[in-house]
């Protein structure tokens, strides 16, 4: 007789296939705010030696009265090549060798075909999400495998309570770039056909759902992650003509970009970069149509401080500021320079941000993500985003509005998301945020599915690290469904979480004080800095517990 063997468990695990079951510590209740995104792991495995049968078919059956949304999702691995750069990583990783590990969460059904197969510890995620005015009070929620009759197999229960209080609104801005051109190419469908504009608008909805309420939008294609003299595919918003030497300008798709966004909860717009990375040496790829004929007008052989694009630029931006007047969106733009600039290229971006903001006016707000903190006291840069391993200085000089960010060089001793990293070096982020009072945060790649320098398309399902790129999971967090769906990944939701206790955390410290609230959370974790966090997923999910529990109290 078989023995199939199922626990509930902490959402930061990582379950790899090759895991025994037994080390994972059963979850058997917590505690939700309502509205609030909240999620569970389930684990299960064949733990009868002598079975020799190669799978059994099961299906997930959830039972229960709770007062709200359950959905499912099946954890599946996805290759792994390159989880850490190899001369530097820490011990905040799970594994640092090549191999399968969890990630993608595909959404089953009570119909979907799950397998139990000797030898392999496999795993599904689970979303409970209470509704907005789901009644205080606890509930239990069965989770249970059965066979083709219907039969029980495994089981095991889990009790959630939800609080008397709905999670705040979100008053904390995330970008994580999101690409247009990445799925043209993915599903093969012409830039801004309706298909094209249909994928679009689903991959912006789980964006939201996730947190990420400002939007890359492609005003001109993006200068990002493209080789020098090459280009990406053409997204471009705005249609530019030049007749007899005057420019002009129309906006259909830039409107229904807008229009999209706006229907789906974006906040903000992030007009994309007015120059080239890493030095605004030269001008974006910018596509017109001159007496007639389609044509390439800037672009790498463009002087970003030559008259030509400086007379473009403003004869655009006198045009566009009122069409976003008109729209009602001029003041949920925010613009950029040139991404990541270093110091020896302070004189060129300084000559350029001088150029944009005589056009946008002194109102604008203009930032960039730079971690050298003396390219900031210089005052070319009003609104730097640091990298978060670089934002100490930052924090000291107290800069306003802070933002902060990570890519691949952020895997020594900080929170990132990389696919080996422990969930709990995920999450802790929305903490920190809420410690030191971050505004908001940046990530380079959404669906950033080609490899380096935009040379060429990968298949994110194979290839993690955009070919030795960077580490897994940096370049994208959610994969292409084939509906034209984004399939969500354990490391976004994982840092979703974290946003959601960001969320928590603005409440209780309303409800008893900052203070009250801060001793609460470092009397469970520690004292927490950028490089200073509790790994052990355990911990991360009791001082969430505790500061709930302060809330409750608070409310009583």
């Known amino acids: 007789m078989s023995r199939t063997e199922l626990h509930i468990v902490s959402p930061l695990e990582k379950p790899f296939w090759d895991d025994n079951i037994k080390k994972f510590k059963p979850l058997t209740r917590f505690s939700l705010l309502r509205g609030e995104l909240g999620s569970f792991t389930v684990v299960y495995a064949e733990q009868d030696p002598a079975e020799k049968y190669s799978k059994r078919t099961v299906f997930i059956r959830i039972n229960g009265s709770f007062p709200g949304e359950i959905e499912a999702a099946r954890i599946d691995d996805l290759p792994v090549r390159m989880p850490v750069y190899k001369d530097s990583f820490d011990d905040g990783y799970i594994r640092t060798t090549p191999g399968l590990y969890p990630d993608l969460l595909v959404p089953v059904t009570d119909k979907t075909q799950l397998y139990v197969v000797p030898g392999e510890t496999k795993a599904l995620w689970i979303d409970a999400v209470p509704d907005d005015d789901a009644p205080a009070g606890s509930y239990t929620l069965n989770v249970s495998l059965v066979d083709r009759s219907g039969a029980v197999i495994a089981s095991s229960a889990v009790t959630i309570e939800v609080l008397p209080a709905k999670i705040p609104p979100r008053d904390f801005t995330v970008t994580e770039w999101f690409y247009a051109d990445c799925l043209a190419v993915r599903y093969n469908v012409p830039v801004f056909s309706e298909e094209h504009w249909r994928i679009i608008g689903n991959f912006i909805k789980t964006a939201v759902k996730n947190g990420i309420n400002m939007l890359l939008t492609p005003v001109f294609t993006p200068p990002l992650d493209t080789a020098v003299g090459g280009e990406r595919p053409t997204v471009q918003l705005v249609d530019v003509c030049k007749n007899g030497g005057e420019w002009s300008f129309a906006y259909p798709r830039f409107d229904h970009w807008v229009a999209l966004a706006d229907s789906l909860g974006v906040e903000k717009f992030e007009i994309s970069h007015f120059f080239t990375q890493w030095g605004a040496k030269h001008a974006p790829k910018i596509i017109a ?268």
């Open 289 to 556: 149509t001159v007496d007639g004929v389609e044509q390439r007008v800037f672009g790498w052989e463009t002087d970003s401080h030559g008259e030509e694009y400086a007379g473009f630029l403003h004869a655009f931006l006198s045009d566009f500021l009122p069409h976003l007047e008109k729209l009602g969106i001029k003041d949920r733009c925010v613009w950029h320079v040139s991404d990541e600039p270093h110091f020896d290229a302070l004189d060129s971006y300084r000559a350029c941000k001088e150029t944009l903001q005589s056009a946008l006016g002194p109102d604008a707000y203009i930032m960039d993500a730079l971690s050298n903190i003396e390219f900031y006291k210089t005052g070319a840069v009003d609104h730097p985003i640091p990298g978060i391993n670089h934002i100490r200085p930052f924090l000291e000089a107290k800069v306003p509005g802070l933002w902060t960010y990570y890519c691949c060089s952020q895997n020594v001793g900080v929170t990132n998301r990389f696919i080996a990293g422990a969930g709990s070096r995920t999450r802790i982020a929305g903490v920190q945020f809420w410690k030191y009072d971050i505004k908001g945060f940046l990530q380079w790649g959404y669906n950033f599915w080609f490899n380096q320098y935009s040379i060429s398309p990968v298949d994110p399902f194979i290839c993690t690290d955009g070919e030795y790129f960077a580490p897994a999971g940096d370049a994208f967090s959610v994969l292409p469904a084939p509906d034209g769906t984004a399939y969500e990944t354990l490391h976004l939701r994982q840092f979703t979480a974290g946003l959601e206790d960001l969320r928590a955390l603005r409440l209780c410290e309303s409800l008893v004080g900052r203070e009250k609230t801060l001793a609460a959370l470092e009397e469970v974790t520690g004292e927490i800095t950028f490089t200073s966090y509790p790994l052990d997923p355990r911990t991360l999910i009791a001082a969430r517990e505790r500061i709930n529990a302060l809330i409750k109290e608070a409310l009583s």
